[in-house]
């Protein structure tokens, strides 16, 4: 059913009670498997959980490094949850903030026998779900007429990566005139995704000429930086200096896309900042939570740019990658315009680990 409308409902039903708490099933045509966000599970559930024989955590590669569990199935690492254990030693493995509070941990003993393709799956259902990338799983042995009746949701493996893999499109809702501070000819273009209801503005600046190059700028919303003026990072700096610099060439389109915390959401970008009050840069954050350094898809980006008529950008950009994935999705940039920041005490780390770790120029 790869692409239906009814694998889209069930994959986001799916991923509703996975943030609400409750165990679905996925399974393919040999097994299938419970599985719960170990984050948001309530202990009720995870008493059931940890009763059974053979449950796991299963955790990415960059959470298991970080614990020194061994890591047998490429990508993921599934740790075996000793019976009977606590709600509180599954948040010890699983959430970075108890790290320092329960650093004796071990010996976590890491599976190696067995499929692990369904706990991959359900990982990537819990990363589109912005939820930390932890699975607390176990096998289901019963047949789905009884799961249905229990009330859990059940999806299979195809289903499930047919949405995650299939590629987002923009869907354009509403556009209407917004004056801006230093633009006050502007035009805001508000679109959805097809994979959710997530919403992403473009903002037409001026009278763009979509014959020629235009300035652009992908922007991924930052709430603690464009909202409140913070100094961790130079978001909100560089976001007033696009439109500035827009209006000054009398046409621009920014596009702000819904992708905070370079993909994470709000909450683990907020963990991602607790972390770095214990000394932990950007990068080295992400990878304690079980993230990549950067999580973002760009391709939603680019179609946006497609259905507004823009085909060749000059970018407004200090991060190559950002060049790269436009380039791919058929968009042409023909110039890479630096955009400066705002350097201060509290973001001078932030801004190194960009250059450093992250490639940015």
């Given at each position: 059913m790869v692409g239906s409308f009814d694998g889209r409902d069930t994959f986001a039903k799916a991923v509703g009670d996975l943030a609400l708490g409750l165990p679905i099933v996925l399974h393919d045509a040999e097994r299938a498997i419970y599985a719960l966000s170990a984050e948001c599970a309530q202990g009720k559930w995870v008493s059931k959980f940890t009763s059974?024989?053979?449950?796991?955590?299963?955790?990415?590669?960059?959470?298991?490094?970080?614990?020194?569990?061994?890591?047998?199935?490429g990508s993921i690492a599934r740790i075996a949850v000793p019976e009977e254990a606590s709600h509180d030693w599954v948040r010890s493995v699983v959430d970075p903030s108890f790290d320092l509070r329960h650093p004796l941990k071990g010996p976590l003993l890491s599976q190696r026998d067995g499929s692990s393709?369904?706990?991959?799956t359900a990982l990537e259902m819990l990363k589109r779900g912005r939820m930390l990338p932890a699975v607390l799983s176990c096998a289901c042995h019963e047949d789905n007429a009884q799961v249905r009746l229990a009330g859990n949701t059940v999806i299979s493996n195809d289903d499930a990566n047919a949405v995650l893999k299939e590629p987002a499109k923009a869907h354009s809702v509403i556009?209407?005139?917004?004056?801006?501070?230093?633009?006050?000819?502007?035009?805001?273009?508000?679109?959805?995704?097809?994979?959710?209801?997530?919403?992403?503005?473009?903002?037409?600046?001026?009278?763009?000429?979509?014959?020629?190059?235009?300035?652009?700028?992908?922007?991924?919303?930052?709430f603690?930086?464009?909202?409140?003026?913070?100094?961790?990072?130079?978001?909100?700096?560089q976001l007033a200096r696009s439109v500035s610099a827009m209006a000054a060439e009398a046409g621009g389109v920014l596009l702000y896309m819904n992708q905070e915390g370079r993909g994470i959401g709000l909450v683990n970008k907020v963990r991602a900042y607790a972390?770095?009050?214990q000394g932990y840069d950007t990068v080295e954050s992400n990878h304690r939570l079980g993230f990549e350094d950067d999580e973002r898809?760009?391709?939603?980006?680019?179609?946006?740019?497609?259905?507004?008529?823009?085909?060749?950008?000059?970018?407004?950009?200090?991060?190559?990658?950002?060049?790269?994935?436009?380039?791919?999705?058929?968009?042409?940039?023909?110039?890479?315009?630096?955009?400066?920041?705002?350097?201060?005490?509290?973001?001078?780390?932030?801004?190194d680990t960009k250059i450093g770790k992250s490639g940015h120029l």
């Open positions: 059974r024989k053979g449950t796991v955590v299963v955790l990415t590669r960059r959470r298991a490094t970080t614990l020194k569990a061994r890591t047998y199935d393709h369904l706990h991959r556009h209407a005139r917004l004056p801006l501070k230093d633009a006050t000819n502007s035009i805001i273009h508000v679109f959805r995704s097809s994979q959710g209801v997530e919403e992403h503005c473009a903002i037409e600046v001026g009278s763009p000429n979509r014959s020629r190059p235009v300035l652009a700028r992908l922007h991924s919303s930052c603690t930086g464009d909202i409140f003026g913070s100094l961790k990072c130079d978001c909100g700096t972390l770095q009050d898809d760009f391709r939603l980006a680019a179609d946006m740019l497609r259905q507004l008529g823009f085909m060749k950008i000059r970018l407004m950009t200090n991060n190559p990658s950002k060049v790269d994935a436009i380039g791919s999705e058929g968009i042409e940039v023909v110039e890479r315009v630096p955009i400066p920041g705002w350097k201060n005490p509290h973001n001078a780390a932030y801004i």
